[in-house]
């Protein structure tokens, strides 16, 4: 592991850039408190495709009508 304090970091950025892609781990620290941890960049994982699922989510026919039995939970009975 390779510590670095900011004023390090400022000067020889592109130093510590390289050791890092070589896998080796660098904490810049402040005042010899560790402050940060540069890591390499993983990328972004592949796009969303819409409609992936389509075809395997059903949806009850009787999605949208109420119960009374929750109602009754909710607004209590108003019979």
Known sequence: MRNANIHEAKTHLSQLIESVLAGEDVII???GKPLVRLVPYEGVSKPRQPGAWEGQIIMADDFN???????AMFYGDEE
């Not at 009508?65 to 109602?71: G, H, M, T």
């Open 65 to 71: 009508e109420e119960s009374p039995e929750i109602n």
């Open 29 to 31: 620290s402040r005042a």
